[in-house]
């Protein structure tokens, strides 16, 4: 109970420190978080832009001359209370914008973190197993090119490849403009077609990432007394390798699941703005695009959080699946 109580506390300051960052970085940086706004409704009004500003000012809840710690302040207790802020482009709250776009963006991580998860666990244990061999050292090395590699640019990449060049999966959007939304089978596989492209650029890097950790605990584990044991107990090669070699490998990457969901919420950001795919990443790129403070602040708060507590789950899981480690 204490180890939970000590990781709450520790998580809880993170979080303050992390937040704070974020308000920071975005408030030290140039311009006016109104100013979109402003522009907006200086052409809708036909009015002068020191007067929008002021109407932009008075919406947004900002004033220019309050001292930082004030806004600071606001910003924490808006948090609290789960208001992520007001986006000036969108003209309506970031809650809004987050509830719309974060069931896109988890649906893609979701696929994203199962296939990689499974087929990266499966090539790794095969690696280690052929330890030395060709098979080996082409997986091995296939992996470390791919893990390198970027998830925008292999998003790039799948883009021109498949929805340019072969046409197999669409250029953007999360289902067809001409199609209603509904739970028929249709529209389910629709949806998943176009999930294939953000999908796979978020999924292949990971699946390296995993084929990698997973040959290394695997090549470890090997190496062990017990393992030694075994083989010499006669026991055949299937059952050392399912019972005793893959289980204990596997240990700490189940744990390390959250958090590799957790840092693919915000790896995820310029994948789906190539695939103009309307989730949380669309939504961030576009705020720093038209220079949105209100909604900047308010989704990369939301990544910060989601980063931090999948780190937090990660440790708790670990610390209950794995016999070495107590929960004091």
Known sequence: MKYVVDRVLYLIVVLLIAISGVFVLVNKMPGDPAYGLAVSIAQQRNMEMERALEIAHKLMGIDPHEPLIVRYWRFISNLLKGNFGYSSFYQTSVNEIIAKALPWTLFVISLATLVSFLVGIYLGSFAAQKRGTIIDLVISGIASIIQAIPPFVLAVLILFI??????????????????????????ILKVIHHALGPMFATAIPQMAAWTLAMRGNTSQIMEEDYIRFAQARGLKDSVIANKYIKNNAMLPLIASLAIAIGYMLGGHTLVESIFNYPGIGFYFGKAIAVRDFGLLTGLFSLIVIGVIVATFIAEIVYALIDPRVKLK
């Open 162 to 187: 498949f929805a340019v060049r072969l046409r197999v999966i669409p250029l953007g959007g999360a289902y067809p403009v001409d199609m209603e939304p509904s739970f028929s089978l249709s529209f």
